[in-house]
């Protein structure tokens, strides 16, 4: 996308009109989508028409009545058979040439055709998905069972307005069950249920358990925001039922609806909307995918220093805010041999009050730490959660429906070949026709496998979106820093 230079040239008054029949009626600009339809209606070679858009410049979706007016030159430019291009507009110091349209009439309707989007496109801004839910997730003071003490959560959704209790065991079976019913989709990862060993040395078991509290609120808020997701039975149940079977509860949602290949309308018609290089896309989204997650490890890193860094200068300020106080409350009594010159009355009562000020310092520390830890460790934290659930994914895909897929071509190669066998030396009919029907139930299985795995790539090139609508984030933490 080029950003348009001035336009040197005189504009007519067909420019003018064209703008006020197709602009959007609540803002002052163009939506890319009518004037895509406009582009359609030249007649041009689909190549001149993508050099055009190329030449076009844009914000947010929209055209301004400057791009707009640059765009009707170059194609009325086009239909004269010379190359669009920028440098032409720039030369030009007559009336623009006028574009041939069609019925202008017609020109009205453009903005009012409905945008059909493929099913394959996932229309959610980032707004869009936190405005979702949010999902806070509190702990609940320990209780103790007859031999082991074990830890409560308070789950509150602000979609649902409730709140629930739920045991790390809760957490441990909604996850299995996500897995089971969306094997296609990203799925984060639970941190784990206790302290790894060796970990005690360099974390307390307090530090550890407010750790997995933090893990488990990124983990049910990245589930309540997907798309997907969100308005699931097996998600409502887990973020709504108040008895005490919720985990049976949640079996019992699970198995009556199956997976997602059971229940979504584009499972067995995903293979016609992918586009011919998905492997190839696939693969490179992958690797792209891979670079940004290390790089992001490493920004996680560097905030966490950062913060902690923060934090340990508002404890230094405070200690030397104290020892101040304690210096300037000294109420020892004056030596006579230096009563009659000394100013350390006076200066007591000026070390006190810098004390305050001190003091103040310390709390815009220890607030600036807790700014960074909770807005900009905290989003990173969620980003890299959310990526690491798209390599999980990536390697169900390759080991999972696409491992079994081949395997099943292989055992359905050996059955054909053990056909042509039985064809060539006697055998009895009974085992002839056994393994004729084993042969029809193997086909029947390869194609189930088929569709499964033209599904799973359609499920990633969607999850693939989502991961770059989240990644906008990074503005949103970069503007905390």
Known sequence: MVCAPLLSGSVPPYYREVYEAIRSKIEERVQVEVFQRLLSRTDLPTAVQGQIAEHVDYTDGFLSKLSLYKALALIALAQQGKQPSPKLLENCIQEFPKPQLGEFKDLQTLRMQPTQESPLTVPQTLGKLLARDTVQVELIPEKKGLFLKHVEYQITSQHFKISVYRRYSDFDVFHELLLQ?????????????RMLKGVLTSMSERDFIEGRRRALGRFINLVARHPFFSEDELVKTFLTFNGSDVQVKMRDACKKMGDEFMTNTMATLAKDYLPADIQAQFSSSRELIRNIHNS????????EKMAERSKEN?????????????????????????????????????????????????????????????????????????????????????????????????????????????????????????????????????QTMELRNYFSLFCLHQETQLIFTYLLMCVCVDSNL
């Open 181 to 193: 019913r969306f094997a296609y989709r990203m799925v984060p990862a639970l941190p784990p249920k």
């Open 296 to 303: 992001f490890h490493k920004l996680r890193d560097r905030a």
């Open 314 to 446: 508002a404890t230094d300020l405070l200690m030397f805010g104290r020892e101040l106080s304690t210096l300037g409350s000294d109420g020892s009594p004056i030596p006579s041999l230096a009563s009659s010159q000394s100013t350390w009355g006076i200066l007591r009562q000026s070390l006190k009050g810098l004390s305050v000020e001190f003091a103040l310092l310390a709390d815009k520390g220890a607030q600036q730490g807790r700014r960074e830890e909770d807005d900009v460790v905290e989003k990173l934290n969620l980003f890299l959660d959310l990526l690491q659930s798209y390599r999980d994914l990536c390697e169900r895909h390759e080991k999972g429906v696409l491992h079994e897929h081949q395997r099943a071509l292989q055992k359905y190669g050996m059955m054909k070949r053990q056909m042509m066998s039985a064809t060539v030396q006697p055998k009895e009919q009974v085992s002839v026709e056994q393994l004729e029907s084993r042969i029809v139930q193997q086909e029947n299985a390869i």
